[in-house]
Each structure stands twice: as C-alpha cells, then as structure tokens.
C-alpha cells in the first residue's frame, strides 16, 4: 500500500464549477502538507503549502486538512480551462533538520476544465 | 520558467549503457534535488544535495549516483540500465532546505531505454 493515495481522475468539469481533489495518507509522521500543478510537459509548480489542520485559502484556491482523518483537499472555485493540468498532492515529515524538500508525492489527479 | 535548466530533454539509449542527466539550479539556490517520475511509482525523491553535500537519500538504486560541483550544478549518473528506468527525471532547487516545500522543477529529461 502506498503512503499517499490519490485518485488519478481524469476529472473533466465545466468552466466555472467546483473542483474538489483529494488525497489520504497513512503516515502519521507527515505534517505538512503541499499541492503542487504541473501542466503537460512542464515541471510540477507549488500551488499551496499548509502545516496545521483546518482551511487555509488563496484566491480561488483552498487547502483542507485533517490530520486525525488523515485526509487532505485542494479545492478549486469558479474553476477555468487553464487549470487543466495534473495536480499533486506532496506531504512531509518533521525532516528533523536534514532534508525538508524530501517529499512523498501523490499518483497526481489529471483535471480538465472545459469551455 | 522556473529558472531550472535540466539537458538533455529526451534521450533514448539501450540496456546496459550509462548516460549522465545535468541540471543547472536557479541563481542563489544551493539546494538542488532530484526525483523520479514513471507511470506506475509516479513522483519519487532520490536524492538532496545542499552546497555540494549529500544531505538526504530516497530510494536511489545503486545503479545510480549523483554528486553537485563546486558551482551547483548537478549531474543524475545511471548506469547499466534497464528498461524498468524509462522515466521523466526532474531536478528541483530551492534557495536553502526548502522550508516551506517550494521546490523549483525543471522541465525534465525524459530518458527511454530501448
């Protein structure tokens, strides 16, 4: 069983909707949390990075988290064709001083928003 | 762009042979990591060089190695390879040890073994 778990979709929505991507984990060790984009033949980018539980928003973005359900969302409103793109969910532990760019990645959910 | 220059961009080589990935990192950045993209295992870390150490080890085969020079770049080195590493390798930088998780990709070298 993988540590991260994420539905690869393909999740195709109309301009304008809600999108919800989400990932679980199964490692208690992992405390922050990040959802990175990455368009097609680019490298992934960072969309949001987040420590503690609950919401944190920017723009039309919002990242949920719940540690005790070990659940995390990326929420997308009013939702535009050039947020087609895979989305990553990324997720660390405490790195203890040592390496804070050692990320454990989701499958990536591949989102398509369409005119 | 994210100022992350990774050559080549595609390769394609035979099993058994060696080939070497480059990756020049942003302007400033000391950190420069490497990671893993397949279909199947999709994103995964090997390895974190910070100012010329090795700072942190994924799951790197001892196939491969990689080391950054005195001027930050860095070279990916596979070797005897197998169709199984047919992938998209990315590099990434960040300014020190990546704090906040903003890591800065290139655009991959998509390397196809034959």
């Known amino acids: 069983q993988k540590e991260v778990e994420q539905d690869p979709g393909p999740l195709s929505v109309p301009e304008g909707a809600i999108v919800s991507l989400n990932c679980t984990y199964s490692?208690?060790?992992?405390?922050?949390f990040m959802w990175y984009r990455q368009y097609s033949r680019k490298g992934p980018e960072l969309l949001m990075y987040?420590?503690?539980?609950g919401n944190k928003e920017d723009g039309r973005f919002t990242a949920q988290v719940d540690k005790s359900s070990k659940y995390i969302s990326l929420f997308i409103r009013d939702s535009q064709p050039s947020d087609s793109a895979t989305y990553l969910c990324?997720?660390?532990?405490?790195?203890?001083?040592?390496?804070?760019?050692?990320?454990?990645f989701g499958q990536g959910t591949i989102l398509t928003v369409h005119p | 762009d994210s100022g992350v220059t990774q050559t080549p961009k595609h390769l394609i080589t035979a099993t058994g042979q060696r080939v070497t990935l480059r990756c020049s990192p942003r302007?400033?950045?000391?950190?420069v990591y490497w990671y893993q993209q397949s279909l199947d295992q999709g994103l995964q870390f090997l390895i974190h060089?910070?100012?010329?150490?090795?700072?942190a080890k994924g799951n790197i085969l001892e196939r491969f190695s990689a080391q950054q020079f005195p001027d930050l770049h860095s070279e990916l080195n596979l070797s005897s390879l197998e169709l199984g590493d047919s992938a998209l390798y990315f590099c990434?930088?960040?300014?020190?040890?990546?704090?906040?998780?903003?890591?800065?990709f290139g655009e991959g070298s998509r390397l196809t073994v034959l």
């Open positions: 302007s400033g950045d000391l950190s």
């Open positions: 987040t420590y503690s539980s």
């Open positions: 990434a930088s960040s300014v020190g040890l990546a704090h906040t998780g903003e890591l800065f």
């Open positions: 990324a997720m660390r532990g405490n790195a203890g001083g040592t390496s804070y760019g050692k990320l454990t």
């Open positions: 490692n208690s060790a992992f405390q922050y």
């Open positions: 060089y910070y100012n010329g150490e090795e700072r």
